[in-house]
């Protein structure tokens, strides 16, 4: 007689992450954190992994295995083939997992009072491009191509507008940071640069930029997107999916404390469909081969 093997774990997959793979969220908001400005929360094995885990089992019901994957090309194999229950992923392979009905997204971690953030096309003050209409021939400057808000979503947002990318710009470059493209484009040594916004309705300036205090010439921004999510694959028992987004939701004491220390969460909210709208209806904008994007530094 056969028999189906019933897992009694949960297995949570993380992989490395580039520089803002998690959203801008995952550097630190202000000098006041444990940590100096600069430093990134992202779930790399270790110690305070190895709490969350720990901890998330605690309180889900069910012990929790970390898979460490070597990239997020691996974690996405992982994902689709059933190997992984759970994952911490960036926006724009979370939210194409999930348009493909390949996961479903469990929770969004809460930083700095919020789970998203906007990208933003910007120029010196003094520039002479004032609108998008001006861009050709621009030199532009990017953060890498696995970036969300330093690449590919103010790209697909150009792209919803009708301009056409292949033919706009002089020349393209990638300097791995948020601060570096806000220091290329402040310095001239490109005219146009995209970065991470948090938007604030009731002030003239960001609350908070890639490119820092200095002002800019905001052309166009995009968003809100989601800074990074926990997501299931859809062959995880509904069981163990309630079981780990009430958890992430109504976290323990421990939970909290583990999630603060690993991730900079402060807490989770439920993903909801209002929460995804504006950046699935890029999806279709995007450039191509995102989820296998190499990581810049790792061959």
């Known amino acids: ?8 774990d949960i ?32 779930p790399q094995p270790g110690p305070a992994l190895d709490r969350f885990c720990a901890a998330l089992g605690k309180t889900a019901g069910y012990p929790v295995v970390m898979h460490d994957l070597a990239d997020y090309g691996d974690l996405i194999d992982a994902l689709y083939a059933g190997d992984v229950d759970i994952a911490w992923l960036p926006p724009i392979i979370a939210l194409r997992a999930t348009a493909r009905g390949r ?17 933003a096309l910007f120029t010196h003050p003094s ?24 690449y590919l979503v103010i790209r697909a947002s150009l792209r919803q507008r009708g ?39 009731r002030r003239s300036r960001p609350r908070r930029a890639g490119w820092g205090d200095v002002p800019v010439r905001m052309l166009a921004t995009a968003g809100p997107i989601p800074s990074d999510m926990i997501a299931a694959t859809v062959r995880t028992p509904v069981e163990k999916i309630r079981a780990v987004q009430t958890a992430l939701l109504h976290p323990s004491d421990e939970l909290r ?23 699935q209806d890029l999806l279709d904008h995007l450039d191509e081969r995102i989820e296998h994007t190499p990581i810049p530094g790792r061959g």
């Open 257 to 279: 404390v583990a999630a603060t220390a690993l991730l900079g969460a402060e807490g989770f909210i439920e993903v909801t469909s209002e929460h995804l709208a504006p950046i």
């Open 127 to 150: 520039s002479r491009i004032r609108d998008l209409a001006q861009l050709r021939g621009a030199h532009a400057a990017w953060v890498d191509q696995s970036s969300a808000a330093g």
């Open 163 to 201: 301009i056409d990318l292949n033919r706009l710009f002089a020349s393209e470059t990638f300097y791995g940071s948020h601060a570096a493209v806000g220091k290329a484009v402040l310095e001239g040594a490109a005219d146009v640069g995209a970065s991470f916004v948090h938007l604030d309705p």
């Open 1 to 8: 007689m056969n028999r189906t093997t019933v897992r009694l």
């Open 11 to 42: 297995r949570l997959g993380v992989a490395p992450a580039p520089e803002d793979a998690a959203g801008p969220s995952s550097v630190v908001l202000s000098t006041t954190e444990r940590q100096p400005p600069g430093a990134r929360w992202t």
């Open 103 to 119: 996961a479903i997204p469990i929770a969004l971690p809460m930083r700095g009072g919020t789970a998203f953030y906007a990208t």
